[in-house]
């Protein structure tokens, strides 16, 4: 049986390239005769090779699907587009046999070894959960969070720790979701939520320079709670290029770079993600991000994050500084 899936709207498009890692897309009508020739080749690659959720070989009929072509300036077929965390990242124009197998295959060993490299439960069917639909043009961009330089303050201890809201598997809540236990860092829980009150503020440096579109952030608290459950993050004021986490009495006297309120009705229903659009002008060449959650949406003492998700762009790595030899001195 064959495991192509095959296009039928530019909605079931945009939900491929959010639920999985990779995507490799045939352009292609049936009129087309070169189409038809590397046709066998890209079945078998597809039999071969595809990963639920890591790896998935589409197909997209060009001329029943002239929204998705037109959107991607298909001007000549075949042409096969990779995409990974939703972002375009190579096209091959015409029936190029060699150059789509060693490519393919490439994408094969990444999706692999990114299988086998991550800690147990970090990764949810063998690709990255993702709660939101990426903007066209940008990708999920959170693994170049520095995560050990982050900075989290009003943290419950009973909660999850930090780095979990940037894990990639599935949220436990959601189902099907593996909860962290004590070999995963002391984490009971696959969430954090805040202390003392409902605000929170975290602090989040990168590896490199950033350009930030959009945050996803998912909150899952239980629907059917007492006056104690946590609520969801409701007015959030954002801060850029800081060096350090801001105390909260700072905070309130520093500029935000953007204050926001997410409206009840941002939270989607099935995966309990709200998408923040940011002002992208603001956010350019960006090296660190401190979000401060101001109070939740139910006037509840404690806010609760499951996952925060990044998207944008990277760009130059942060230099390490200058390496010294030791124990060349005379002396030493």
């Known amino acids: 049986m064959s495991k192509t899936l095959h296009i039928t709207s530019p909605t079931h498009f945009g939900q491929l390239l959010s639920s999985s890692r990779i995507v490799v ?39 029943e699907q002239k929204e998705i072509a037109s959107t991607y300036n298909i001007s000549s077929i075949p042409t096969f587009m990779i995409f990974k965390a939703g972002r ?21 060993q990444e999706a692999g070894e990114a299988g086998e490299g991550s800690s147990a439960g970090s990764v949810g069917a063998g690709g990255c959960w993702i709660g939101a639909s990426l903007p066209r043009g940008y990708g999920d961009v959170t693994d170049a969070v520095d995560q050990r330089g982050l900075d989290f303050l009003n943290l419950d201890s009973d909660a999850g720790i930090a780095k979990i809201v940037f894990d990639t598997s599935k949220p436990s809540s959601l189902g099907s979701g593996k909860a962290k236990g004590k070999e995963d860092g002391g984490a009971t829980k696959d969430w954090i939520e805040s202390d003392t009150d409902a605000q929170l503020m975290l602090y989040i440096p990168f590896q490199s320079t950033m350009k930030l579109h959009t945050l996803h952030i998912t909150s899952l608290p239980p629907a059917d709670g007492d006056d104690e459950t946590p609520g969801r993050p409701r007015t959030l004021q954002l801060y850029t290029n800081r060096s350090h986490v801001l105390g909260f009495d700072e905070a309130e006297g520093e500029p935000a770079t953007q204050t926001l309120t997410i409206d009840e009705n ?11 659009e940011l002002r992208f002008v603001k956010f350019q060449n960006i090296s660190s991000i401190v979000v401060f959650v101001v109070d939740g949406d139910n006037d509840s003492d404690k806010t609760r994050i499951d996952r925060v998700r990044l998207v944008g762009e990277t760009g130059e790595k942060k230099g390490m500084g200058k390496l010294e030899k030791i124990g060349d001195e005379q002396g030493e």
């Open 25 to 63: 897309v045939d352009f292609y009508a049936d009129w087309c005769g070169p189409c038809k020739a590397i046709a066998p080749v890209y079945e078998q690659l597809s039999a071969q090779l595809s990963r639920p959720n890591a790896l998935t070989f589409t197909k997209v009929n060009t001329d």
């Open 88 to 108: 375009e990242t190579k096209r091959i124009k015409g029936a190029n046999m060699k150059e789509l197998d060693a490519a393919v295959k490439q994408l094969a």
């Open 266 to 276: 941002a939270w989607d229903k099935s995966t309990g993600t709200a998408k923040i």
